[in-house]
T-cell receptor
Framework: DVKVTQSSRYLVKRTGEKVFLECVQDMDHENMFWYRQDPGLGLRLIYFSYDVKMKEKGDIPEGYSVSREKKERFSLILESASTNQTSMYLC????????????FGPGTRLTVL | GQQVMQIPQYQHVQEGEDFTTYCNSSTTLSNIQWYKQRPGGHPVFLIQLVKSGEVKKQKRLTFQFGEAKKNSSLHITATQTTDVGTYFCAGRGTNAGKSTFGDGTTLTVKP
């Protein structure tokens, strides 16, 4: 079974702090994604990566950056956290085999005070 | 860019009633996936449709892909309380490198 893990289930940070959210997948997938999920707004794509050291902006990249130094790890960085970044963050890994299946991690609920 | 619209946003049904959610794309799709997210959980892949007019079934769930490959639907027959959650579609445009998610339909089932 594909496993996608995220470093924390719950995180509380203060405004202005630098925040790192880590995501690790164990299936050697090339494509990885970061979404945020807010009530009534569905899944909004922040950044995605096609391969190591490659990254593409999603629909809402402002205030975020990413790092993909190793194939299995995709990190989301909030350079200076703000209260409007309080949200559920979901990482996903894509299997481009017979189906376009995205495997999601359990999510990190981030609260910025 | 590609847009994927999903309706309704919320649906409340009595247990045993049927439920349908619809997904419409602004562009022609090469495929569409459906996911289910249980309350407190993360989205889990249900199925992918690829062919024009395709219909697939999983027990009480029926998935359809439109002839023009721009819309899709998920129909649940005789809902059960275990069906509660948010159902997302995600469509990949014919020239797109990634899928775009709809906003989801949240289903609640009253026993």
């Amino acid at each position: 079974d594909v496993k996608v893990t995220q470093s924390s289930r719950y995180l509380v940070k203060r405004t202005g702090e630098k925040v790192f959210l880590e995501c690790v997948q164990d299936m050697d997938h090339e494509n990885m994604f970061w979404y945020r999920q807010d009530p009534g707004l569905g899944l909004r794509l922040i950044y995605f990566s096609y391969d190591v050291k490659m990254k593409e902006k999603g629909d809402i990249p402002e205030g975020y950056s990413v790092s993909r130094e190793k194939k299995e790890r995709f990190s989301l960085i909030l350079e200076s956290a703000s209260t409007n970044q309080t949200s559920m963050y979901l990482c996903a890994s894509l299997d481009r085999g017979s189906t376009d299946t995205q495997y999601f991690g359990p999510g990190t609920r981030l609260t910025v005070l | 860019g590609q847009q994927v619209m999903q309706i309704p946003q919320y649906q409340h049904v009595q247990e045993g009633e049927d439920f349908t959610t619809y997904c419409n794309s602004s562009t022609t799709l090469s495929n569409i996936q459906w996911y289910k997210q249980r309350p407190g959980g993360h989205p889990v892949f249900l199925i992918q449709l690829v062919k024009s007019g395709e219909v697939k079934k999983q027990k009480r769930l029926t998935f359809q892909f439109g002839e023009a490959k721009k819309n899709s639907s998920l129909h649940i027959t005789a809902t059960q309380t275990t069906d509660v959650g948010t159902y997302f579609c995600a469509g990949r445009g014919t020239n797109a490198g990634k899928s775009t998610f709809g906003d989801g339909t949240t289903l609640t089932v009253k026993p």
